[in-house]
């Protein structure tokens, strides 16, 4: 079932002459590097909502874009239907818009951000980091599902992915695909972290029965050195 009604917004930003949402937190400090955060295909949910503010509380001005308009379900059938009929292009837009809007902001400190994504927005992340290129300082993916990009060519960032080895969602193998992928379009070497979980063991939800804490709290770890390592913090 599709909920309209708990939508987790709390600012509009331009995209393609148009208006997105999302939603936004700031650090303690009131300034920082930006950061997007992409949502799985569940929606912008309190799971990712909480992400946001975990991320705001390390520092970083986050914000996450609602790439399904408000809607949000706990159905994985209902989530793949909303994924399937989520129009790419329009997603593209309205992340490219977070981006400007994000870099536009006084409180977000220097001329980059970060992206940071989960299943479905693990995708997006890879995908934006190549299109936006020196406007994207650093790009982690947690177990990229969906279209990935043709030609890594325009990325610049460094990337960063993590994968679960007992994911049934996508073979371990893709951990290599990615590698080989950027290698051939940039010549840099993405950084590969495999877990012994499955698919979405970040979410503490739980909606699969594939939360891992241990191996989320070290991919989350790992994340924010990764970011601050190359976004300052």
């Known amino acids: 079932m599709v909920d309209t009604e708990n939508a987790r917004q ?24 930006g950061l997007i955060v992409i949502q799985e295909w ?45 129009p790419v292009e329009g997603a593209a837009r309205d992340l490219a818009g977070a981006v400007d809007y994000l870099l536009s902001r006084d409180e977000v400190q220097g ?10 927005g693990g995708a997006f992340v890879l995908s934006l980091a190549a299109k936006e290129g020196g406007k994207i300082g650093a790009a982690v993916a947690f177990y990229p599902v969906g279209a990935m990009p043709d030609d890594y060519a325009g990325l610049q960032a460094p990337v960063m992915a993590h994968f679960g080895e007992k994911d049934d969602f996508i073979p ?12 051939a379009g940039t010549g840099q070497e ?24 241990d191996q989320a709290k ?12 190359n976004l300052g913090s």
């Not at 331009?14 to 009131?30: C, D, F, V």
């Not at 371990?172 to 290698?183: M, P």
Request: overall charge negative; hydrophobic content about 45%; aromatic content about 8%.
């Open 10 to 33: 709390n600012v509009t930003f331009p995209s393609n002459g148009g208006e997105a949402h999302g939603y936004l937190a700031l650090p303690g400090s009131g300034h920082g590097p």
């Open 190 to 213: 993405p950084i590969i972290h495999t877990y012994p979980a499955g698919h979405a063991f970040v979410n503490d939800e739980n909606l699969l029965g594939t939360h891992d804490p």
């Open 111 to 120: 001329d980059q951000v970060g992206v940071v994504g989960f299943c479905m």
């Open 42 to 86: 569940w929606g912008l949910t309190s799971h990712i909502a909480n992400l946001v503010d975990r991320f705001a509380a390390e520092g970083f001005v986050a914000l996450a874009p609602d790439l399904y308009g408000g809607a949000t379900t706990h159905d994985a059938a209902e989530a793949g239907r909303l994924m399937e009929a989520l």
């Open 172 to 183: 371990l193998a893709n951990a290599q695909d990615l590698v080989d992928q950027v290698k």
């Open 218 to 229: 070290l991919a989350w770890d790992r994340t924010v050195a990764f970011l601050e390592e």
